[in-house]
DNA sequence: CTACATATGCTCGCATTGAGCATTAAATGG
DNA sequence: CCATTTAATGCTCAATGCGAGCATATGTAG
């Protein structure tokens, strides 16, 4: 099938230009740093929060806990994270995962031989509430604080109808640059898809894509720091969601749309439970990351069907009516099950 | 909820560790490349390949297509990559997506003040076999020629029984090292759960683990390359698949994983596939993808029920049996689905 | 013409899942 | 102490999804 006559060799240059053996290759590239930032997710009192940090003085932005990548210190992207959050925040992260490397972080950013280049590692951490008594500094936000479009809390955001959609509608008619690459999606359909207008369905995992689609149409104050073209094109805009340094808000949108695909096929909630918890407990926090839609009965049915909890024995009382049964995570689950996670339905509303 | 009066300083110096104004930021940062590297993927007569690189001389190794990213010009992660791609293989690159972000490439590397720290950033590209025609360099391969243990077409591979169970379970049973952290699954159950004994199912995703797991235990070739310790303490072993360089074999076996799982919840088997094809011909290339394990109508069933398709008014008649309807992709259920996929289940054998 | 290989249509039964009804058990206010 | 309120919990039912298999259609190879 793939017959080795199909074998042919690199020309020899092209091969040293991606494998530099010697130092010359030092000087064709420039100076890059590896930025390592941490959104570190908890659920309080039914409210899901990030970790930030704050600068003082005027046009304070809240950043994400973040530091350098040190070969010389750090083995490993993640051990460098867990590092700097430890020295920033002290708190000792429990559950990391890696997001998505962002190349263009300070996204216009002009290339510049004095300053290096600094690309940003986005990781994810989950943390339970009970650690949260552990931070020294830095302080706990609501997610919604910076994407207040994604809180179906209370139903469909006043937000979205009020400020968003008619601008992205405005913005998707709009002459085309024609420095725009071809887009296999009209600016029409995207719009339409990541903010469920003309009766497409709203995906909670979509935040990226809706932030980005929100920075393109220079509507998020990100884009008109970064002096993006069609930022500039609007008369003074609403702030929608607090802005934050950097890519940092990018990075986030990107931590939430994970933690929602994700609690659907690993068990990833409990990093966010204490040790017991009730059955309701868990749908209350499941349903602070995605949204409220959840039926009690089937629910439990689901939760208690694929053994993911088991009971403590224990009763807790003072839930307001009758009595429920303690549960704590099962962690035999992931030995028996491929993916195991709370598995509701997508498209919900 | 979240009082403001929760929010806290951090320290001075701190912040200005992580968030250098200066140059005198530059010296504490050692010099750190960025390796951009592309698992480019198509399938040719039922066979998933891989386009690889290959130096000549003794001890040859495959390579991935790749070359370091260069901030003046590069303006991304993704142009930069297709730019190597394009010089060295020819090929102008469709869909690309980001795999992962590897910190710790010659994993065992000392650091070095002459040469700088690479990290690789990996990526996943799908092409059709038509494209193949326009590769200049490089050879595709089958990417079970890396991974014989991820070909189920023919049943339960050999060599799991043969080779690689035997010596995982001898490694399981090894005194731990001290030096190993805290794990929150045994060797034992890593495993049982990765290659699917003792009545575990075989999960067709998890490719990466695998070859962790095959890695720690110094079972792979690049574990001897990198001088872990567990490979040294061996007898000579089997060649388990093809090393790859630095650390390419990983970055594959990412893309593997990526791939398999990607098909089944978003429409990218189409990037695999021509223009026009038979639905026979589409489960033909999702089972060399995911493996063997499809019921002929039940596919139609879904791939039509669904959507993904629609017939282009033509016929096949060279099947080989009755001439077959064609059909294309189509493109609408992007707008109408938030998840279109070949939802084939996972955990089958 | 016949055997064969594939394409395609259809049915059946089980498992999953959405939705709702009914009952139980504590806390609370009179 | 009792009635009311608020949850927790048990159960049913219908719609749907999905695995499996039967049956038929229509080419090609010999």
């Given at each position: 099938?793939v017959?080795?006559?199909n074998?042919r060799r690199i020309?020899?240059?092209?091969?040293?230009?991606h494998h530099?053996?010697g130092?010359a290759?030092?000087?064709?590239a420039p100076a890059?740093?590896?930025g390592?930032?941490?959104a570190i997710?908890?659920?309080?009192d039914?409210?899901p929060?990030?970790l930030v940090v704050?600068?003082?003085?005027n046009?304070?932005?809240?950043s994400l806990?973040?530091?350098p990548?040190?070969p010389l210190?750090?083995?490993?992207?993640?051990?460098?994270?867990?590092t700097?959050?430890?020295d920033q925040t002290?708190?000792?992260?429990g559950?990391v995962?890696?997001?998505?490397s962002?190349?263009?972080?300070?996204?216009?950013?002009q290339?510049?031989?004095?300053?290096p280049?600094v690309?940003?590692v986005?990781y994810?951490a989950?943390?339970d509430?009970?650690?949260?008594?552990?931070?020294?500094?830095?302080?706990?936000?609501?997610?919604?604080?910076y994407f207040?479009?994604?809180d179906?809390r209370k139903?469909?955001p006043?937000?979205?109808?009020a400020e968003?959609i008619p601008?992205?509608r405005?913005?998707a008619?709009?002459?085309?640059?024609t420095a725009?690459?071809?887009?296999p999606?009209?600016r029409q359909?995207?719009?339409r898809?990541?903010?469920?207008?003309?009766g497409?369905a709203?995906d909670?995992?979509?935040?990226?894509d809706?932030?980005?689609?929100?920075y393109?149409?220079?509507l998020?104050?990100e884009?008109?720091?970064?002096g993006?073209?069609?930022?500039?094109?609007?008369?003074?805009t609403p702030?929608?969601?607090?802005?934050?340094r950097f890519d940092?808000?990018?990075?986030?949108a990107?931590?939430?749309g994970?933690?929602?695909?994700?609690i659907?096929?690993?068990?990833?909630?409990?990093?966010l439970?204490p040790p017991e918890?009730?059955?309701f407990e868990?749908q209350?926090t499941?349903?602070?990351?995605?949204?409220p839609?959840l039926h009690?009965q089937?629910f439990?049915r689901?939760v208690?069907?694929?053994g993911?909890?088991?009971?403590?024995?224990?009763?807790?009382t003072?839930t307001?009516?009758?009595p429920?049964?303690?549960y704590r995570?099962?962690?035999?689950?992931?030995l028996e099950r491929?993916?195991p996670?709370?598995?509701?339905?997508?498209?919900?509303?």
């Amino acid at each position: 099938m793939v017959s080795d006559a199909n074998v042919r060799r690199i020309p020899r240059e092209s091969l040293e230009r991606h494998h530099p053996k010697g130092t010359a290759m030092r000087q064709e590239a420039p100076a890059v740093e590896i930025g390592l930032n941490a959104a570190i997710v908890a659920v309080l009192d039914n409210e899901p929060v990030v970790l930030v940090v704050r600068e003082d003085g005027n046009g304070a932005q809240d950043s994400l806990p973040s530091g350098p990548f040190s070969p010389l210190k750090h083995r490993t992207f993640e051990g460098g994270l867990r590092t700097w959050v430890s020295d920033q925040t002290g708190i000792e992260l429990g559950y990391v995962e890696q997001l998505y490397s962002f190349g263009d972080r300070g996204r216009h950013a002009q290339p510049d031989d004095e300053m290096p280049h600094v690309v940003s590692v986005g990781y994810l951490a989950l943390t339970d509430a009970g650690q949260i008594e552990d931070s020294q500094r830095g302080s706990w936000r609501s997610w919604y604080h910076y994407f207040p479009w994604e809180d179906w809390r209370k139903g469909r955001p006043a937000i979205l109808e009020a400020e968003i959609i008619p601008r992205l509608r405005e913005w998707a008619e709009r002459p085309q640059q024609t420095a725009e690459p071809a887009r296999p999606i009209a600016r029409q359909d995207r719009v339409r898809m990541c903010f469920a207008i003309d009766g497409a369905a709203w995906d909670e995992e979509k935040v990226l894509d809706r932030y980005e689609l929100l920075y393109e149409a220079g509507l998020v104050e990100e884009a008109r720091r970064d002096g993006r073209e069609a930022a500039l094109a609007w008369a003074p805009t609403p702030r929608l969601g607090a802005m934050m340094r950097f890519d940092h808000r990018r990075i986030l949108a990107t931590a939430i749309g994970r933690t929602r695909a994700k609690i659907k096929y690993r068990p990833v909630i409990f990093e966010l439970m204490p040790p017991e918890f009730t059955l309701f407990e868990l749908q209350r926090t499941v349903e602070a990351i995605l949204g409220p839609h959840l039926h009690k009965q089937n629910f439990r049915r689901l939760v208690e069907g694929a053994g993911l909890v088991e009971p403590t024995g224990e009763m807790k009382t003072r839930t307001g009516g009758r009595p429920a049964k303690l549960y704590r995570f099962r962690k035999e689950v992931l030995l028996e099950r491929p993916a195991p996670g709370v598995r509701v339905k997508p498209g919900r509303v």
